[in-house]
């Protein structure tokens, strides 16, 4: 894969094509690998062998655990799943995943201070969307939407920042993403101002971990498909299809399920927010097409999306692929297909 992620500065990485879970198998630096046992602890046990390999450089280290839970097709080891034996199967297995991942946080803090580094080493958690509306119990705290919309159940998801160092622990309703992350990090790191590459999205949080702030200078933007969305410390703008041109106004302090569209209550706030989200879209289409960045700073654009089974790389390795259990079901569409 020309997107792999040496190529995006990591110096190590396993990596997979997709989603993984029990027995996975694996790529370490382009190259397959097969491992035993629950996909959250194997990953784990990998970042924690490359702090103890580097540990004594000296030098500052940056890792990232990209787990594979929980993602259907879902499938947790027996021991875990069995707490949950009164559930659906999906969720039974649902839950089940989460219990792993559970315990190879555990495992990951306790490496920490066992190396002698957790008091200051920055540990960040969140997900990348929200639950399915197949799971029960209901994964999403009863807000509205799931996974694949822009409603609060879709987006709204555990944010967790770890500093024993610079953080006291508290909980903070202070309205934060992914896209804060990487301003955060710079700052923390004293990256100066003129070397980042303009416009950069979000903005970063060394001051949340200090005291209490009133409200974002600027609130968060999200895209998917046709949907948008322009969330502010209080309100929120949106659309289900930009197209259509039809936008809702939410009050989510007063109604974090969204169920009562207050724009015509609020008509100013939502025209302003209108205006703020459309200018923000075309920004993001510009920042797509290259054109707000200079030349050399942005990278070739992707290439046609295609199917990983679907690659002359992988043709190789269809048959022993097709005997496992996560990948059975893609390569049959692929054989009915005639692909």
């Not at 190879?104 to 997900?127: D, H, K, P, W, Y």
């Not at 700052?187 to 200090?210: C, N, Q, W, Y």
């Not at 289900?240 to 809702?248: D, P, Q, S, V, W």
């Not at 289409?285 to 999306?305: I, N, R, T, W």
Request: net charge negative.
């Amino acid at each position: 894969d020309p997107r792999h992620p040496g190529m995006f500065g990591f110096d190590e990485w396993l990596s997979v094509s997709n989603f993984f879970d029990v027995d996975p198998l694996m790529s370490r630096g382009g190259k397959f690998e097969s491992f035993r046992g629950d996909s959250s602890e194997i990953v784990v046990s990998e970042a924690v062998a490359f702090l103890k390999k580097h540990r004594e450089s000296g030098k500052p280290m940056f890792a990232v655990i990209w787990y594979g839970t929980p993602h259907s097709p879902f499938k947790a080891l027996p021991g875990d799943k069995e707490p949950f034996a009164d559930l659906a199967e999906a969720s039974a297995h649902h839950y089940g995943e989460l219990r792993a991942m559970d315990r190879s946080i555990g495992t990951l803090r306790q490496a920490l201070r066992e190396l002698g580094i957790a008091e200051n080493t920055m540990v960040v958690f969140c997900s990348d969307n929200g639950g399915l509306p197949n799971i029960k119990p209901d994964t999403v705290g009863g807000l509205r939407g799931y996974k694949a919309s822009l409603f609060e159940g879709g987006i709204r998801v555990p944010g967790i920042i770890e500093w024993p160092a610079a953080i006291k622990p508290r909980v903070t309703n202070y309205p934060a993403c992914v896209m804060d992350l990487f301003p955060t990090i710079a700052e923390i790191v004293g990256l100066p101002d003129s070397a980042m590459t303009k416009p950069i999205d979000g903005a970063s949080l060394v001051r949340l971990f200090h005291e209490e702030l009133s409200e974002r200078a600027k609130p968060i933007g999200f895209r998917y498909q046709a949907q948008r969305a322009w969330v502010g410390d209080r309100f929120k703008l949106l659309t289900e299809n930009l197209a259509k041109g039809k936008f809702e106004l939410y009050d989510l302090i007063a109604d974090p399920q969204e169920s009562r569209d207050v724009s015509g209550e609020h008509p100013q706030i939502a025209e302003q927010m209108k205006r703020e989200l459309l200018a923000w879209d075309a920004g993001v289409d510009a920042s797509f097409d290259g054109k707000d960045y200079p030349e050399g700073a942005v990278v070739p654009p992707d290439p046609k999306p295609i199917d990983w089974f679907r690659t002359p790389q992988y043709r190789p390795f269809l048959d022993e692929l097709g005997k496992r259990w996560e990948y059975e079901r893609y390569l049959k569409r692929a054989k009915d297909t005639g692909d």
